[in-house]
């Protein structure tokens, strides 16, 4: 029995522009106010892009608008602690497991023995901030952070000063999560400098495209397919993989798997991003979000855009992307 999924470019687009044109007016979901600039950004818009393995771009709306990049960048900061330790060291440091819980919960760092469970939530990623080199160094931790996320983007990314402002008059929970950590011996860099940094990651300004072409590397292993350069070793590609796929939309982390079959992240601001292990990577910014954080569009696009393809990580499927007019079976 052949067991390949074959699609062609021209399915793939249409699914794209389908979902795009079919949730357009969809007004559900309401932009994140906790950081008053998120609740400024022009909630109507909407785009969506991918990124395939020999670099050609589908890009529909509004792919060129600059967002903050909010969690997706624990993302890319979980990579760069990948490069720097290996695998081993981020399990025993950090961990790799879901919380079943809120983002920025501070009982889930409670309850999993002091451990910040995974960089994919906000103890994490603080934890994982701590660890990025060079340690005592935030200008060169900083350096570190930017260029490794425009590697993954394939172009500059640079920060939002307003948002990177907003965010910080306003993450008192993530300082109680930072010193918390702190009493745990699980931040290894001084807190506030930390705190800080993980702060100005998030307010770092990328579009849908961009954030598409981070999906792509990762789905490509390590391998930018815009610059043709290669940005973190094969090995962690399904290491990162993994994180996404148990918990990059938090406590709804199990229920996304089930119904859509894509590993995700999401982001406070409208990004989600989805990786499709050597098929391509996906991005959809739509700022409504739902009550766990969730861009309600993003969601909504990827879920069609799959089920559309017929496809969905666990169906045991190889997905082939054929030139010629495809032959489904
Ligand atoms: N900067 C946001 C925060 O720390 C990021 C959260 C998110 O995107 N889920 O709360």
Redesign the pocket.
């Given at each position: 029995m052949n067991r390949d999924r074959r699609i062609t470019r021209e399915e793939l687009k249409i699914a794209v522009h389908d979902a795009y044109f079919g949730l357009k007016d969809n007004k559900d979901g309401k932009n994140a106010d906790?950081?008053p600039y998120l609740a400024s950004v022009d909630k109507d818009l909407f785009g969506i892009a991918v990124c395939l393995p020999d670099g050609e771009m589908i890009t529909v709306g509004d792919c060129s608008y600059r967002f903050g990049i909010?969690?997706i960048s624990k993302v890319a900061t979980a990579i760069l602690v990948l490069k720097d330790y290996g695998s081993g060291t981020l399990l025993d440091m950090i961990g790799a497991d879901a919380t079943g819980m809120p983002?920025?919960s501070v009982l889930a760092i409670l309850l999993e023995n002091e451990h910040p469970s995974t960089p994919l939530v906000?103890a994490g990623a603080i934890s994982a901030v701590s660890m990025v080199c060079p340690v005592g160094n935030g200008r060169g931790k900083w350096d570190a952070i930017v260029k490794n996320i425009a590697e993954l983007c394939g172009s500059e990314v640079t920060l939002i000063d307003e948002l990177y402002r907003s965010?910080s008059v306003s993450?008192h929970?993530?300082r109680a999560i930072a010193w918390l950590l702190k009493s745990y011996n699980r931040i290894y860099d001084e807190p506030e400098m930390s705190l800080d940094l993980?702060?100005r990651q998030?307010s770092l300004g990328v579009t849908a495209t961009q954030l598409s072409i981070m999906a792509g590397t990762i789905a490509c292993g390590g391998y930018n397919p815009t610059t043709g350069k290669r940005v973190f070793d094969e090995i962690y590609a399904e290491k990162v993989t993994s994180l996404l796929a148990s918990v990059g939309l938090y406590e709804h982390t199990g229920d996304w798997m089930f119904s859509c079959g894509i590993p995700a992240k999401?982001?406070?601001?409208g990004g989600i991003i989805g990786v499709l292990p050597g098929i391509f990577g996906i991005a959809v910014f739509a700022p409504p979000i739902d009550s766990s954080?969730n861009s309600v569009k993003g969601q909504l696009a990827l879920k069609q855009i799959m089920d559309n393809l017929g496809l969905h990580i666990f169906n045991g499927k190889r997905a082939v992307m054929v030139e010629e007019k495809a032959v489904t079976l």
């Open positions: 906790y950081i909010e969690s983002f920025n906000n965010e993450n929970n993530n993980y702060t998030c999401s982001g406070v601001s954080g």
